[in-house]
Nanobody, 123 residues
Framework: QVQLVESGGGLVQAGGSLRLSCAVS????????VSWFRQTPAKEREFVTA????????YYSDSVKGRFTISRDNAENTVYLQMNSLKPEDTAVYYC????????????????WGQGTQVTVSS
């Protein structure tokens, strides 16, 4: 069983930065990609960004491209999400997810999920 633990959420003013971490308990053949999703009470879970574990190739939603950066530390089995130029509309619970398939944007393509960390951006 793979466990994901997020950390790093909090309250920040608009224009500020936060870095989220996702610690992966162990790497197995069932983990091809690690991604971040976010969700608010009014919306379905939304794809934010993904990284392919093997070579670090990354993918971003249009809403965060140029502001967020995903990276990984293979030695620490940890994926990071650096969030810059934060906006109030970035406020959400951010979830780390891991999965095996080639589909990145659909929440149904992920077998493992963390518990989520709250990010609140004040205006």
């Amino acid at each position: 069983q793979v466990q994901l633990v997020e950390s790093g959420g909090g309250l920040v003013q608009a224009g500020g930065s936060l870095r989220l971490s996702c610690a992966v308990s162990r790497r197995t053949a069932s983990i091809f990609k690690v991604s971040w999703f976010r969700q608010t009470p009014a919306k379905e879970r939304e794809f934010v960004t993904a990284i392919r574990w093997s070579d670090g190739a990354s993918y971003y939603s249009d809403s965060v491209k140029g502001r967020f950066t995903i990276s990984r530390d293979n030695a620490e089995n940890t994926v990071y999400l650096q969030m810059n130029s934060l906006k109030p509309e970035d406020t959400a619970v951010y979830y780390c997810a891991a999965g095996q398939t080639l589909i990145y944007h659909a929440a149904s393509a992920y077998a493992y999920w963390g518990q989520g960390t709250q990010v609140t951006v004040s205006s």
